[in-house]
Every structure is written in structure tokens, then in C-alpha cells.
């Protein structure tokens, strides 16, 4: 199978991941192109098997619960600094319009929206009904029209390119909105040390959900495709995947036992306390020309 982004056909790793946050007894085949060093699935998932993988009953972004939530709002408050940081808008008096792209609960504009200036909207295959008046649309972020109606100047895809088949669809939407339109986008790192240290149990696989696994390299091969943009790309922290990897790594430990698996998970609290400062997550500032 040709690589995405660079179209070659070697590999340099073949890599089987369990599905650890919902079936472990299942894997997928992710391949590492030794070209652009992107990690993919080997597998096209169809839209009907998505609804099993995204169901609204299972899928935590969108079940929840207290901790996740938690968690969750506490990410959402740095993500939203993060953003302002990055773009003008967090300070202006202006009143504008946020929409988020496979928003799940919406934890990160129910953040924003804090700021009475901004209008915020989020579009979800399972959303739900308005909260803390943010307007939530239910259907498939491959509906232009909808995107369209609502005529944002700041659309955020967070945690999500990641899941996306084709990014021919993310073009198409970044294609579809009008000039001076601010795409924010961020990803999990493959280049992060998270992903060297919990190897196969790295939450970043989230297999089989996850088609694409970027580095700063290839996500950037991947968008000069589109010719419209200016694009910066920047570093941002990760604060809370690595406890999904020590979850990872210990539901790993009770389905096979391994001492080095063992050693592993005793030494992980370390490892997790000095990453803590590592920036291991993508974040792209795209402005629509």
C-alpha cells in the first residue's frame, strides 16, 4: 500500500496495536514509510464500520464521565490560551465565530465561549443539544454545506485529522471557506519520546481510529499540496495522554505478563514526570488566503 503523503512503497516498521481502550483482543496493521517517516493504517475503514467505532454509547470523547471530564475541561483551559496565543482574536472586541470540527462534548468551546465575543459551533456525528449556549450540529464534518451556513473565522479540527481517511476532505472544507478563514489544527507527534518509550502501547496509535500518525515533517509535505494557505506549525504540550499510556501498559501487563513489561510500568511514573515539559502534540496555524 503507497504511503499517503509521499506515494512510496517502503516501509521501514510494521507495527500490530492492540485496541486497548475498547477491545484488546483486536489489532491493526500500521506501516511506517520510510520515506516521509508517516505512520498510517494499512486498512481503509468504510463509513458504516465508523459508526460501530464512534459509537455514541461507548466512545469516551463523547460518553464521558467524571474524571475524563475533568480532564478534559482542564486541557480544554490550556488549549484555548494556546489559541490565543497563536491568533488575535482571544483580546478583540470583535464579536466572531468559532466552529469546531468532530467536536464530541465540546469541552474546548464551552472553553472559549467564556469569552463573550466569540460565537461558538461544533459539529459532531453524535452531538448533542446545545450547551452553555453553544450550538451544536449533528452530521458528518464532510458536509460543506453546513460548514458553509455557519461561515466561522476560526475553525479548529482538534484531535481529529488523525481519524480522518483521506485528507482530501480536509482540503475540500479548507477549499470551501472564504479568505482570511484561520484553520487551527492540532495532532498527536509521532516524533514525541512518549511514543519511543511506551512503544506499541502509546496512546497517540488509538487504534484503529487513528489512520494518520504525523511528525511536524510530513504534516507539513502533506499541506503544501494545498496551495491557498500560509501555514506556521508549532509545538504545544501534551499533558494528559501519557496516564492513557500507563493505562495502556498496565492493561497490557494483566492480558500477557512480561517482566520487561513489568520493569516498564514501574518506571513509567518517572518517565511521565520528566516528560511533563515536552511538548508532544502538533498544533498548525493555517490562514486561508
Request: hydrophobic content about 35%; overall charge positive.
Amino acid at each position: 500500500m503507497a504511503c499517503p503523503i509521499c506515494n512510496s512503497n517502503q516501509y521501514s516498521q510494521t507495527l500490530f496495536i492492540k485496541d486497548y481502550e475498547y477491545n484488546i483482543n483486536s489489532s491493526e496493521k500500521y506501516l511506517n514509510c520510510s520515506s516521509c517517516k508517516l505512520i498510517f493504517r494499512e486498512r481503509y475503514i468504510e463509513e458504516k464500520d465508523e459508526e460501530i467505532l464512534y459509537e455514541k454509547s461507548q466512545y469516551t470523547p463523547v460518553k464521558g464521565g467524571i474524571i475524563y471530564d475533568c480532564l478534559k475541561k482542564i486541557n480544554a483551559y490550556y488549549e484555548k490560551k494556546v489559541i490565543f496565543k497563536h491568533t488575535s482574536n482571544g483580546k478583540s472586541g470583535k464579536k466572531i465565530t468559532v466552529l469546531d470540527i468532530a467536536c464530541g462534548k465540546g469541552y474546548l468551546l464551552r472553553e472559549l465561549k467564556k469569552n463573550t465575543n466569540i460565537n461558538c459551533y461544533g459539529i459532531d456525528i453524535n452531538a448533542t443539544e446545545n450547551i452553555d449556549d453553544v450550538k451544536f450540529i449533528q452530521s458528518s464534518y464532510k458536509n460543506l454545506e453546513a460548514l458553509k451556513k455557519i461561515n466561522a473565522k476560526i475553525i479548529i479540527i482538534n484531535n481529529f485529522i488523525e481519524h480522518v481517511e483521506d485528507l482530501k476532505h480536509i482540503f475540500d472544507i479548507i477549499n470551501s471557506v472564504k479568505k482570511d478563514s484561520i484553520f487551527i489544527i492540532i495532532t498527536p507527534n509521532s516524533d514525541s519520546k512518549a511514543r519511543i518509550f511506551f512503544k506499541n502501547c502509546w496512546s497517540g496509535y488509538h487504534a484503529p481510529r487513528h489512520k494518520m500518525i504525523f511528525n511536524i515533517s510530513n504534516i507539513k509535505q502533506a499541506f503544501n499540496k494545498c496551495k491557498s494557505i500560509d501555514l506556521e506549525i508549532h509545538k504545544m504540550h501534551d499533558p494528559f495522554t501519557n496516564i492513557i499510556s500507563f493505562i495502556n501498559l498496565y492493561k497490557e501487563l494483566k492480558n500477557s505478563f512480561s517482566l520487561f513489561i513489568f520493569l516498564k510500568l514501574i518506571i513509567s511514573p518517572i518517565f511521565i514526570f520528566t516528560n511533563i515539559m515536552n511538548k508532544n502534540r502538533i498544533i498548525m496555524i493555517i490562514k486561508k488566503k
